[in-house]
């Protein structure tokens, strides 16, 4: 008899006890309500997509090893409608699978449907196909949008219903959320945003899920439909009507990258002196975004320039592994407060000032039992005070807990749990022919410019987004200049200057076949010139420019119109003049040629214009590169180290890796800190390192997506790098 034949007859038997009791979830002034009982929960954003189903179980595990009872997602309308009616639901996108790993482990699940969801994901997860449904205005009272939204909201609640999900169901989601950061834009759209706000409420609710909705950061959201908090702090937060409890939907740990950015960290004490301070001052609900932030593999991050890493700084890193101190130092934390759940949520609380910048919150029940919270949000000073006839130290900056009101059993800035450093051990990569006594790449150049018939000309520029519409990162423009014999300039040997203007995000410049130079826009401002000497020779000379997108806007008014793309063109001293190229021919091709011949995946692998060689070409513009290699030795979760790579796409046996881009963060040593004072309230620019580093050196490749041998690596370099110095390396504790 097979193991798991006994093991999946207790574990289904297990599930089936568990499931088989709905559980009725209210809310009152102090918390959600869950059969009758109120609930302190520590809810931890784990989104399926940013991992892989085989890490799912392993991370909702750490989750609650840390002290969590609630995973809470984002639903990824764009990675699940791909066109509309076609819907997806594979792979990492198996939304049905990992509620149910999420309910087989006995913990609860917030569903943040959106479907507008922002999250650093390409275009805040809206499809793109949206845009160009004539008439679409997103987010606004706007027919084809609220048609296509509630569709897929739709879409989703029946599907949790279908698969019995909901806690009234038996199944774990307790929560859902319709719309995101509303009130952030909801005056952008003046009278039309009210009436939307309203709308998307009211649409929810006739849902029927019978379990409560949330709107973040909604403050005039309608009864009943409970308005929460998404801060660095949300202690001062009431929600707008006083029967509801008080729920922190998104307290952010860490903060994203930017390539061309720093490394943001959220010190442990400040996390923890802002959860302490949120139940001192009645919260009932507290969710991590991100608890695991995980990786934007593929085209799936949002911009521009946000990283493929989602690392976040979060209790779980990037890799799966448990950031210490930060995920022990949260898990006695979260036992700390649980510790005061009773009372928090059922006693009777008394404020009273200790002295300047201390506050102690009583909770008392008519049992006598006791409960306090003292915090001293004095930035800099330690503080002792005095508190029922005993003497207490407060470290600046912190909230001690007392689930006796006698003994402090954790004070936020006093960290004790173990700390750990992580090491990427670089692993040579080994190719899987053994027979081969040198290391072999294929390798396929291609030619810049039009590939193929083109895909239309014109007089001059297009949006790149309305032209690609974000099937892929690439738009060929190609032109040609004459130059005639007695030019002045070829005589006199001096250089003209090609100068490009872009609304974003990047651009290669070509002429006459030889690679000119690369530019792009920082942070999320998308702008740049491009300036560059360019030999150009007598007669004919063709430009081909290679623009990018690198991610599309998450956020923000109107977000979904912000365009991209070239918008000017001129060459500088052409026999001292300048010569305007804006309003010439322009020859367009979307996307690049590899993609075309679906080089990366598995079914274009026998393209025949690869040449094998042991001589890779290092410093090549538009070159795929293919080897078949080992998976590296050992359990530990494995990156890419692409150090020594220029800028390009990644896959393993036709898994996405995604974007790579070694870009230096633009920042001085100075805009860096050595150490980090945890003391003050944070913002993602206090705490930076990697000044003058590559944002991102390592790309996380999932270990299920290895077998032992014959791995297929590909990658496609689109400015020049040395595919030779590519490793592994292997993410180990050290
Ligand atoms: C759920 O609980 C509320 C109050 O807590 C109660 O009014 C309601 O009848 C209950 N519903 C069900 C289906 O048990
Ligand atoms: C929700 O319930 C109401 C009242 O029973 C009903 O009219 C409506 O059609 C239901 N909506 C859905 C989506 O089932
Ligand atoms: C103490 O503060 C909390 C949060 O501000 C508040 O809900 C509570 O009513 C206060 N208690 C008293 C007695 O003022
Ligand atoms: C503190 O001490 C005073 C005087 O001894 C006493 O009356 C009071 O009950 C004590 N309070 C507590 C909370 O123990
Ligand atoms: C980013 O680009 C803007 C506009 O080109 C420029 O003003 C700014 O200095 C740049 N910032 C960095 C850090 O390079
Ligand atoms: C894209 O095209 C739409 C119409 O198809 C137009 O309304 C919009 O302005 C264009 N966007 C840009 C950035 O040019
Ligand atoms: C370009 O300008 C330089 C200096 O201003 C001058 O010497 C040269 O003759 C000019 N060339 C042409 C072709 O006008
Ligand atoms: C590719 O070629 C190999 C060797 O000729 C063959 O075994 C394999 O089936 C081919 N794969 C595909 C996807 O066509």
Same mark, same amino acid.
């Not at 849902?207 to 009943?224: K, L």
């Not at 203007?501 to 920082?522: D, I, M, P």
């Not at 991610?551 to 912000?562: M, S």
């Given at each position: 008899?097979?193991?798991?034949?006994?093991?999946? $007859?207790?574990?289904?038997?297990?599930?089936?006890?568990?499931?088989?009791?709905?559980?009725?979830?209210?809310?009152?002034?102090?918390?959600?309500?869950?059969?009758?009982?109120?609930?302190?929960?520590?809810?931890?954003?784990? %989104?399926?997509?940013?991992?892989?189903?085989?890490?799912?179980?392993?991370?909702?595990?750490?989750?609650?090893?840390?002290?969590?009872?609630?995973?809470?997602?984002?639903?990824?309308?764009?990675?699940?409608?791909?066109?509309?009616?076609?819907?997806?639901?594979?792979?990492?996108?198996?939304?049905?699978?990992?509620?149910?790993?999420?309910? #087989?482990?006995?913990?609860?699940?917030?569903?943040?449907?959106?479907?507008?969801?922002?999250?650093?994901?390409?275009?805040?997860?809206?499809?793109?196909?949206? %845009?160009?449904?004539?008439?679409?205005?997103?987010?606004?009272? &706007?027919?084809?949008?609220?048609? +296509?939204?509630?569709?897929?909201?739709?879409?989703?609640?029946?599907?949790?219903?279908? #698969?019995?999900?909901?806690?009234?169901?038996?199944?774990?989601?307790?929560?859902?959320?319709?719309?995101?950061?509303?009130?952030?834009?909801?005056?952008?759209?003046?009278?039309?945003?009210?009436?939307?706000?309203?709308?998307?409420?009211?649409?929810?609710?006739?849902?029927?899920?019978?379990?409560?909705?949330?709107?973040?950061?909604?403050?005039?959201?309608?009864?009943?439909?409970?308005?929460? *908090?998404?801060?660095?702090?949300?202690?001062?937060?009431?929600?707008?009507?006083?029967?509801?409890?008080?729920?922190?939907?998104?307290?952010?740990?860490?903060?994203?990258?930017?390539?061309?950015?720093?490394?943001? +960290?959220?010190?442990?004490?400040?996390?923890?002196?802002?959860?302490?301070?949120?139940?001192?001052?009645?919260?009932?609900?507290?969710?991590?975004?991100?608890?695991?932030?995980?990786?934007?593999?593929?085209?799936?991050?949002?911009?521009?320039?946000?990283?493929?890493?989602?690392?976040?700084?979060?209790?779980?890193?990037?890799?799966?592994?448990?950031?210490?101190?930060?995920?022990?130092?949260?898990?006695?934390? +979260?036992?700390?407060?649980?510790? *005061?759940?009773?009372? $928090?949520?059922?006693?009777?609380?008394?404020?009273?000032?200790?002295?300047?910048?201390?506050?102690?919150?009583?909770?008392?029940?008519?049992?006598?039992?006791?409960?306090?919270?003292?915090?001293? /949000?004095?930035?800099?000073?330690?503080?002792?005070? !005095?508190?029922?006839?005993?003497?207490? %130290?407060?470290?600046?900056?912190?909230?001690?807990?007392?689930?006796? *009101?006698?003994?402090?059993?954790?004070? @936020?800035?006093?960290?004790?749990?173990? @700390?750990?450093?992580?090491?990427?051990?670089?692993?040579?990569?080994?190719?899987?022919?053994?027979?081969?006594?040198?290391?072999?790449?294929?390798? $396929?150049?291609?030619?810049?410019?039009?590939?193929? !018939?083109?895909?239309?000309?014109?007089?001059?520029?297009?949006?790149?987004?309305?032209?690609?519409?974000?099937?892929?990162?690439?738009?060929?423009?190609?032109?040609?200049?004459?130059?005639?014999?007695?030019?002045?300039?070829?005589?006199?040997?001096? #250089?003209?200057?090609?100068?490009?203007?872009?609304?974003?995000?990047?651009?290669?410049?070509?002429?006459?076949?030889?690679?000119?130079?690369?530019?792009?826009?920082?942070?999320? %401002?998308?702008?740049?010139?491009?300036?560059?000497?360019?030999?150009?020779?007598?007669?004919?000379?063709?430009?081909?420019? =290679?623009?990018?997108?690198?991610?599309?806007?998450?956020?923000?008014?109107?977000?979904?119109?912000?365009?991209?793309?070239?918008?000017?063109?001129?060459?500088?001293?052409?026999?001292?003049?300048?010569?305007?190229?804006?309003? &010439?021919?322009?020859?367009?091709?979307?996307?690049?040629?590899?993609?075309?011949?679906?080089? +990366?995946?598995?079914?274009?692998?026998?393209?025949?214009?690869? @040449?094998?060689? /042991?001589?890779?070409?290092?410093?090549?513009?538009?070159?795929?590169?293919?080897?078949?290699?080992?998976?590296?030795?050992?359990?530990?979760?494995?990156?890419?180290?692409? =150090?020594?790579?220029?800028?390009?796409?990644?896959?393993?046996?036709? !898994?996405?890796?995604?974007?790579?881009?070694?870009?230096?963060?633009?920042?001085?040593?100075?805009?860096?800190?050595?150490?980090?004072?945890?003391?003050?309230?944070?913002?993602?620019?206090?705490?930076?390192?990697?000044?003058?580093?590559?944002?991102?050196?390592?790309?996380?490749?999932?270990?299920?997506?290895?077998?032992?041998?014959?791995?297929?690596?590909?990658?496609?370099? !689109?400015?020049?790098?040395?595919?030779?110095?590519?490793?592994?390396?292997?993410?180990?504790?050290?």
């Amino acid at each position: 008899m097979n193991l798991c034949f006994i093991f999946c $007859l207790i574990s289904t038997s297990l599930v089936f006890t568990f499931v088989s009791a709905g559980s009725n979830v209210t809310y009152d002034s102090r918390s959600l309500i869950i059969d009758g009982q109120r609930k302190l929960l520590i809810s931890a954003a784990i %989104h399926y997509p940013r991992s892989v189903p085989a890490m799912w179980p392993g991370l909702v595990q750490t989750a609650k090893q840390g002290g969590v009872d609630v995973i809470e997602t984002y639903v990824f309308w764009n990675g699940h409608e791909l066109s509309p009616g076609n819907y997806y639901f594979g792979g990492r996108f198996d939304l049905v699978k990992f509620a149910k790993i999420v309910h #087989e482990a006995r913990m609860y699940l917030i569903l943040r449907i959106g479907p507008f969801v922002a999250a650093e994901w390409n275009y805040g997860g809206v499809p793109v196909w949206l %845009h160009y449904i004539p008439g679409t205005v997103f987010r606004t009272y &706007n027919q084809p949008f609220m048609y +296509h939204m509630e569709k897929f909201t739709a879409y989703i609640v029946n599907l949790m219903k279908q #698969e019995k999900l909901f806690a009234s169901q038996g199944g774990p989601i307790i929560l859902s959320q319709i719309e995101n950061e509303y009130g952030f834009y909801e005056n952008y759209y003046k009278e039309d945003g009210k009436k939307y706000a309203l709308w998307a409420a009211k649409m929810a609710v006739s849902q029927n899920t019978s379990v409560p909705w949330i709107m973040c950061q909604q403050w005039d959201a309608p009864d009943p439909v409970i308005d929460t *908090c998404n801060s660095f702090y949300c202690d001062q937060f009431t929600p707008t009507s006083p029967n509801r409890p008080k729920i922190w939907t998104e307290n952010w740990p860490g903060w994203f990258k930017t390539f061309g950015g720093r490394d943001p +960290h959220r010190p442990v004490e400040d996390v923890a002196f802002s959860v302490a301070r949120f139940f001192q001052k009645g919260g009932s609900v507290h969710n991590y975004y991100m608890y695991h932030g995980g990786t934007n593999f593929g085209r799936t991050a949002g911009g521009p320039f946000i990283t493929t890493s989602y690392d976040y700084d979060a209790p779980i890193d990037e890799y799966g592994l448990p950031r210490l101190p930060k995920w022990g130092h949260l898990k006695e934390l +979260h036992k700390a407060i649980k510790l *005061c759940e009773h009372l $928090l949520l059922h006693g009777k609380s008394v404020n009273t000032s200790l002295g300047p910048s201390v506050e102690a919150s009583v909770y008392t029940d008519s049992t006598g039992a006791c409960a306090a919270f003292i915090s001293n /949000s004095d930035d800099k000073n330690d503080k002792t005070v !005095e508190f029922r006839n005993a003497s207490y %130290h407060l470290p600046a900056w912190s909230v001690s807990i007392l689930p006796d *009101c006698k003994n402090v059993v954790f004070n @936020t800035a006093k960290v004790s749990s173990p @700390t750990n450093k992580v090491a990427m051990v670089p692993e040579k990569l080994q190719q899987s022919d053994k027979s081969q006594k040198t290391f072999k790449w294929d390798v $396929l150049k291609e030619n810049p410019g039009i590939w193929g !018939e083109a895909d239309f000309v014109k007089n001059g520029f297009v949006d790149h987004i309305n032209t690609t519409k974000d099937t892929t990162d690439y738009l060929w423009h190609t032109t040609s200049i004459l130059i005639g014999k007695n030019d002045e300039f070829l005589k006199k040997g001096s #250089e003209p200057v090609l100068v490009i203007e872009s609304k974003g995000h990047a651009l290669h410049a070509f002429v006459n076949q030889k690679y000119q130079g690369t530019a792009y826009g920082n942070g999320s %401002h998308s702008p740049f010139t491009f300036k560059n000497p360019i030999s150009l020779k007598a007669g004919k000379n063709e430009i081909a420019l =290679l623009s990018l997108t690198v991610g599309l806007q998450t956020a923000g008014p109107f977000y979904e119109f912000v365009g991209a793309g070239v918008t000017s063109v001129k060459i500088n001293g052409l026999n001292n003049k300048t010569i305007d190229l804006s309003s &010439n021919a322009w020859t367009y091709k979307i996307g690049v040629q590899g993609e075309h011949q679906r080089l +990366h995946l598995v079914d274009g692998l026998n393209n025949t214009k690869w @040449t094998s060689t /042991s001589e890779a070409p290092k410093g090549q513009a538009l070159t795929w590169y293919k080897a078949i290699v080992d998976a590296p030795p050992g359990d530990e979760p494995v990156g890419l180290d692409m =150090l020594y790579m220029g800028k390009g796409l990644a896959w393993l046996n036709g !898994e996405e890796i995604g974007r790579y881009w070694p870009r230096l963060s633009e920042f001085k040593k100075e805009d860096c800190v050595e150490e980090c004072d945890y003391r003050g309230k944070f913002n993602p620019d206090k705490c930076v390192t990697g000044c003058g580093e590559p944002t991102q050196r390592w790309y996380h490749v999932p270990r299920s997506w290895f077998k032992p041998s014959g791995n297929v690596l590909v990658f496609f370099e !689109e400015k020049g790098g040395d595919p030779t110095k590519i490793t592994f390396a292997r993410r180990k504790v050290v």
